[in-house]
């Protein structure tokens, strides 16, 4: 049985213990989907002031490769973003995290949300190869910092070992 448990330690303290987390979920379970289903609620009760916490996933059966939506926590979402666009796109085709600070501020960004202002994606790779991306969207500015983005690529590096 679960039960939502509170994070009263440091902010890398909580991290920490949320990384612990994420491994003894996956642990010995081989569906990408029950993984990346799982670590996208965990994510979403872990992390305050977010409105999207989710995956897109890299879809070849297209002409095209291109980014498809995968398990989240939030409102419905663009089903489909070509490599290259948007803040997803841009993370994917980089395989490097992006944190937007304003999402207004950035050129071609997607507004799935209109209460979304910031963003960060932090692109899933294993192997050498791109698996997908995290997307995590905030109703307020400035939302991410540098040490989000550590953990949180921290936190995709134990996902994509289980893939």
């Not at 070849?60 to 489909?80: I, M, S, T």
């Not at 991306?133 to 949180?152: A, C, G, H, K, T």
């Not at 590096?157 to 289980?162: C, E, V, Y």
């Amino acid at each position: 049985m679960f039960a939502k448990s509170g994070y009263e330690g440091t902010r890398e303290e909580n991290y920490t213990l949320l990384i612990q987390q994420v491994k003894a979920l996956i642990h010995d379970e081989p569906n990408r989907i029950a993984n990346l289903s799982n670590a996208a609620a965990l994510l979403g009760q872990f992390l305050t002031d977010v409105n999207w916490v989710g995956f897109y996933l890299v879809d070849k059966a297209q002409e095209k490769e291109e980014l498809v939506l995968g398990p989240f926590q939030g409102l419905p979402a663009c089903v489909r973003i070509p490599l290259g666009k948007g803040v997803c796109g841009t993370s994917a085709q980089l395989r490097e995290t992006v944190l937007v600070p304003d999402v207004h501020a950035f050129p071609g960004h997607i507004a799935c949300d209109a209460a979304s202002q910031s963003e960060i994606v932090v692109p899933i790779l294993s192997g050498g190869e791109l698996i997908g991306v995290l997307d995590i969207d905030s109703p307020s500015l400035n939302r991410f910092d540098e040490l989000d983005q550590r953990y949180l690529e921290q936190f995709v590096q134990a996902l994509a070992a289980a893939m």
